[in-house]
């Protein structure tokens, strides 16, 4: 039958089914060919913590969300258009964020008794009218699987696990997205094993075939190109751009890159992604425990290589001690830290913002460390270049926060020019004149970095107080406190070699949004559609939380009311208090999922209208 062809602006789909249904593999691939064609787009994967959660229940089921448009998208969504649910669970688990008449494209065979009892459904939805509202497409996608794969000689079971690949064809032909690039994935990733590269190949195309075919379907939707700025794009996750952006920064700073790690989630893919570059110099140690990761990542600094270590807020706990080292040794070390909910071990494959506090204060005595943030998942390689660059000019460690959120989900990154990027390589002493170890560059207050090994520049370091300038173990009082006051200083004048804080809107005005880290798209979002609407609202989103830009409290003062999203507890919030003196009000949410813009515009709007 002849089929109609819709244009719209943006389409939010989710794909949702059982942890071993690959949700995750069939969003990932949809998102790699809608960046190819030119749309932007922002994704958010959501998965159980469990390697393999019992089948059909809720708590086992995976979603992998893309939001994807013609015009700027900054947020993966805050409801879906359409819903592939392989299961009863799976529409239990999602319905709720499905925009009312929105699509929902079931597997019926994933709606059969024993699942229906799993998920907790008292009758059948697909049969009892309570899905009335949305547009549903009953797809025995299972069986239809099974049919293409009949004469291949895999096992029923490989064959059930293919059906992901259909639900992938359908919605590459509902959407108008060509079939090429997963072909030649398919092909790049199974070429070794025939069986399963042609089964899969079979069953993606049997998924578009009966879009094509079928008189259940008669639209198609297509989705123009954005108008992004000229240059050359991929689709990156943070994880990945946390990875090339230390491998750059090792680059432009002229030294090898060391990274001693210890696997946690969500962290580890940054581990797994540089354990594939060694053939630009950088060298991985998956160490024993949290400690030994950031020990030898200490001792790489002091042997002359950028020494970096990754984890999450339990890691961080235990690397406490040996921050605390970094500090009073004053070695270049960068600690990645991409958050999750806490605590304890918490939700590890959910996201949170709750390790600020722990990123300011977590050590024992006084031991001040510049913090940087990075907003968005491309944005994670500037935010850990930056992180770099103050690492080793001023000679200290460097906490760089990311989230599960930025970590895992993707969106067009517009590859920079290698060359464009600043030269950032250490000043190390080879001058034994005057040598001495903690002797401070007068603008910086930066020790030397002299690599053991030079001609005349041997000296000792250790966590023991140091004397000024000969770095000798000392216990007076007075020289104590010099040297903590000394330190904290050299992390204060770092607020001389960042940018002045910018503020997206109007300078001064009404209210003021300011956040931190993956709020960004969420916050953004809400500002824009409450200006398009008359509200007097502008947007802060700080970079450098540790120490701040110069300029954040003159941009404070010049707005009547302030709201800090946060999805804590009220942390960022509490600093602004103290140190600037104003009524900042949080907005905070501790879900293990980031803001819909639409929760931040109605508390916008409601301390317009003095109900807060």
């Known amino acids: 039958m002849k089929k109609s062809t819709k244009n719209v602006s943006d389409v939010t789909i989710r794909f949702a089914g059982d942890s071993g249904d690959g949700m995750q593999l069939t969003g990932t691939q949809f998102t790699n060919t809608t960046a190819i064609l030119g749309n932007d787009l922002s994704t958010l994967p959501d998965y159980p913590a469990e390697i393999r959660a019992p089948q059909g229940t809720l708590f086992g089921v995976s979603g992998f969300q893309v939001h994807f448009g013609s015009a700027e998208i900054n947020t993966p969504g805050d409801v879906c258009d359409v819903l592939v649910a392989m299961n009863a669970a799976a529409l239990k688990v999602n319905l709720a964020n499905l925009v009312d008449g929105g699509a929902i494209i079931v597997d019926t065979d994933g709606f059969n008794d024993r699942n229906l009892r799993l998920s907790g459904y008292a009758s059948n939805p697909l049969k ?128 090898d890159l060391f990274l001693g790690s210890y696997p946690i989630t969500p962290a580890s893919d940054i581990l797994h992604e540089l354990a594939m570059y060694k053939n630009f110099g950088v060298k991985t140690f998956q160490a024993e425990d949290e400690i030994a990761g950031i020990t030898s990542a200490i001792g790489a600094s002091f042997g002359g290589a950028l020494g970096v270590t990754t984890t999450s807020g339990p890691g961080i706990a235990l690397k406490t001690e040996a921050l605390g080292l970094a500090v009073m040794v004053e070695l270049p070390l960068v600690v990645v830290n991409v958050q999750r909910g806490g605590p304890s071990t918490g939700l590890p494959t959910k996201t949170e913002q709750a390790d600020l506090m722990q990123a300011l204060y977590g050590r024992n005595g006084e031991a001040p460390i510049p913090i940087v943030a990075a907003c968005t998942p491309a944005d994670c390689f500037d935010a850990v270049f930056e992180a770099v660059r103050i690492a080793i000019k001023y000679m200290t460690p460097v906490i760089c926060l990311t989230d599960g959120y930025l970590g895992n989900g993707s969106e067009p990154w517009l590859i920079p020019s290698f060359d464009a990027l600043p030269d950032i390589s250490p000043k190390l002493r080879t001058d034994p004149n005057g040598f001495m170890p903690y002797l401070r560059d007068e603008k910086t207050l930066a020790r030397p970095y002299a690599i053991p090994g030079t001609p005349g520049l041997e000296h000792r370091i250790g966590g023991l107080e140091k004397q000024h300038l000969t770095g000798n173990v000392n216990y007076e009082p007075e020289n104590h406190e010099f040297m903590v006051k000394l330190r904290a200083e050299k992390v ?121």
């Open 128 to 255: 009892d009218a309570s899905l009335s509202k949305y547009q549903v497409f009953e797809v025995d996608i299972t069986k239809l699987t099974q049919l293409a794969l009949a004469e291949s000689n895999l096992s029923s079971k490989f064959i059930d696990r293919s059906k992901n690949f259909f639900a992938l064809g359908l919605m590459y032909w509902m959407y108008n997205r060509p079939m090429e690039p997963t072909i030649k994935w398919i092909n790049s990733k199974f070429g070794n094993k025939p069986d399963i590269k042609d089964a899969n190949l079979k069953v993606m195309q049997a998924g578009w075939s009966y879009g094509e075919t079928t008189e259940m379907f008669t639209v198609r939707y297509e989705v123009a190109p954005a108008k992004l700025p000229p240059g050359r794009y991929r689709n990156i996750t943070g994880n990945q751009a946390t990875a090339w952006g230390l491998m750059a920064a090792a680059k432009k700073a002229k030294m």
């Open 492 to 612: 204060e004048r770092i607020a001389n070699d960042i940018p002045l804080a910018k503020v997206e809107g109007d300078p001064k005005g009404e209210m003021l949004l300011i956040g931190w880290g993956g709020t960004y798209g969420a916050i953004k979002t809400a500002a824009i559609n409450l200006r398009a609407r008359g509200v007097n609202v502008s947007h802060l989103h700080l970079r450098h939380l540790n120490p701040m830009p110069k300029n954040v409290g003159e941009i404070l003062y010049n707005f009547k009311q302030i709201l800090v999203p946060e999805l804590n507890m009220g942390q960022l919030v509490k600093v602004l208090r103290s140190k600037y003196l104003v009524p900042a009000i949080g907005l905070n949410k501790i879900q293990g999922q980031p803001f819909k813009s639409t929760e931040i515009e109605m508390k916008v709007e409601e301390m317009l209208k003095g109900k807060s």
